[in-house]
C-alpha cells in the first residue's frame, strides 16, 4: 500500500507540473490564462505530448488514490471515480482541436474529447455528492469535498462568463482536484 500511495502521489504532482509549466512549451499564440490545459495537448499542437501526458497522469493518478480508498468509499462512489479516472485518461487519446484557427482537426476526435471532459464533471459531482452525505464523513472532509464539488460546478461556469480566464480559472480547478485526491492518498 505504501508504494501505490507514493506512486499516487508523485503521480499527481507530476500531473500538477504538467498544469503549471506546459504552457511555457506551447506556441506564442497559447495564453495559459485563455486557453485550456487540453489545448496542450491540442490536435497538430507542437509539444502536444505534455498537455497529453498531463491529462494521461492526472487519471492515472486517480485511479491509484481509488486502489487505496476502494474499502473505505462506497461502492457505488468508487465506481463512479473509477469512471472519473479513466475518462480523464482517455481525454489524454482524443485530443480537442487547437486553439489556432486555422490548424486542420478532426472533429469526431475533438467531440468524443468534449464528451469525456463533460461526463468527468457529472459523475464525480455524483461522487462527492455520495461522499458528502455519509454520516461518517469528517466535518473537515466533507467541507473539502464540498469545495471540490463547488470548484467541479462553477469554475466551469466562470470560464463561460470570463472567456479571457478560461485557463486559469480550469486552472485552479485541476490544482484543488489533485490537492484533494493527494490528501486522500495520505489519508489512506
Given at each position: 500500500m505504501k508504494q501505490i500511495r507514493t506512486f499516487a502521489i508523485a503521480t499527481l504532482l507530476l500531473a500538477t507540473i504538467g498544469v503549471l509549466f506546459t504552457p511555457f512549451a506551447m506556441d506564442n499564440h497559447y495564453s495559459w490564462l485563455q486557453n485550456s490545459i487540453s489545448e496542450t495537448g491540442g490536435q497538430n499542437v507542437t509539444h502536444a505530448w505534455l498537455g497529453r501526458l498531463t491529462l494521461f497522469l492526472s487519471g492515472t493518478g486517480v485511479l491509484l488514490v481509488i486502489a487505496?480508498?476502494?474499502?473505505?468509499?462506497?461502492?457505488?462512489?468508487?465506481?463512479?471515480?473509477?469512471?472519473?479516472?479513466?475518462?480523464?485518461?482517455?481525454?489524454?487519446?482524443?485530443?480537442?482541436?487547437?486553439?489556432?484557427?486555422?490548424?486542420?482537426?478532426?472533429?469526431?476526435?475533438?467531440?468524443?474529447?468534449?464528451?469525456?471532459a463533460s461526463a468527468m464533471?457529472?459523475?464525480?459531482?455524483?461522487?462527492?455528492?455520495l461522499a458528502i452525505r455519509r454520516s461518517n464523513t469528517a466535518r473537515r472532509d466533507r467541507a473539502l469535498a464540498l469545495l471540490l464539488a463547488f470548484a467541479a460546478t462553477f469554475l466551469p461556469l466562470a470560464s463561460l462568463l470570463v472567456p479571457d480566464l478560461a485557463?486559469?480559472?480550469?486552472?485552479?480547478?485541476?490544482?484543488?482536484?489533485y490537492f484533494w485526491f493527494i490528501r486522500e492518498a495520505r489519508m489512506a
Open positions: 487505496l480508498k476502494w474499502r473505505t468509499w462506497n461502492r457505488t462512489a468508487t465506481i463512479a471515480m473509477v469512471l472519473f479516472g479513466i475518462m480523464w485518461c482517455l481525454t489524454a487519446f482524443f485530443s480537442t482541436k487547437s486553439w489556432l484557427q486555422d490548424a486542420p482537426f478532426d472533429e469526431a476526435e475533438s467531440m468524443t474529447h468534449s464528451v469525456l464533471a457529472i459523475v464525480v459531482l455524483g461522487a462527492l455528492s485557463g486559469l480559472f480550469q486552472r485552479f480547478m485541476f490544482l484543488y482536484t
